[in-house]
């Protein structure tokens, strides 16, 4: 398996222009997650979920976040409209089983630049 | 509720053994140490469950001590490719709220 695919890298865009975040889990793992990392705020959980249905998404900020997982193997985030503030480094990561005794697998991230 | 970990940042001569710890306010039920390098995703390194254990392989090691909620993390005789931010990820009793520490800056000098 390739790992945790997302895309894309990286992401400039305009004070309140619409931002999609892409994200393939590793075939086979059935939770998926969405962090958020700046330096202020260190790696923060947003939303996870569980055979595609979220479990928990009390960690997105506002509700100009969203998130979706259409099927087992794609998710997407989504921030409209978006606001320099959003800046960070936007991870999705997957694991086989919850968090209690499983590893996560981290993609490489988004780096995403508001303007 | 994030964990703490100390210290915050260290810096290290190739060889030299470090110690970072992670504690929390709560009882717990599972501590998880990453490791990530500069301008990469955080890679898993052990879990640790409630029960008092100890893992650990190559020159790599942590403990979990779940009366004083805490653990610990230990590198022995450093290399380079140590360095990184090392971060402890906790789940409370009940198996929920998993959370991220502020994460530990290790950089290790030749």
């Known amino acids: 398996d390739a790992g945790v695919i997302q895309s894309p890298r990286h992401e400039v865009t305009e004070m309140g222009q619409e931002v999609t975040l892409r994200c393939k889990p590793i075939s086979g793992h059935d939770y998926l997650f969405w962090y958020r990392q700046t330096m202020m705020r260190g790696l923060e959980l947003l939303i996870y979920f569980n055979n595609n249905v979220p479990i928990d998404d009390s960690g997105m900020p506002e509700d100009r976040f969203s998130a979706k997982m259409p099927n087992a193997s794609f998710s997407t985030l989504k921030i409209q409209p978006s606001e320099p503030r959003d800046s960070a480094v936007y991870f999705c990561?997957?694991?086989?089983?919850?968090?209690?005794?499983?590893?996560?697998?981290f993609g490489q991230g988004t780096r995403l630049t508001v303007v | 509720q994030q964990p703490v970990q100390s210290p915050q940042a260290v810096i290290l001569r190739e060889g030299e053994d470090a110690v970072i710890n992670c504690s929390s306010s709560k009882a717990l039920y599972s501590v998880h140490w990453y490791r990530q390098k500069h301008g990469e995703a955080p890679v898993f390194l052990m879990i640790l469950l409630k029960g008092g254990e100890q893992k650990g392989h190559d020159k790599i090691s942590a403990s979990f001590n779940e009366k004083k909620q805490q653990s610990s993390l230990y590198l022995t005789a450093s290399q380079l490719s140590y360095s990184g931010t090392y971060f402890c990820?906790?789940?409370?009793?009940?198996?929920?709220?998993?959370?991220f520490g502020p994460g530990t800056r290790l950089s290790v000098l030749p």
């Open positions: 990561a997957s694991s086989y089983g919850r968090a209690a005794n499983t590893e996560a697998f």
């Open positions: 990820g906790t789940e409370d009793n009940y198996g929920q709220n998993f959370v």
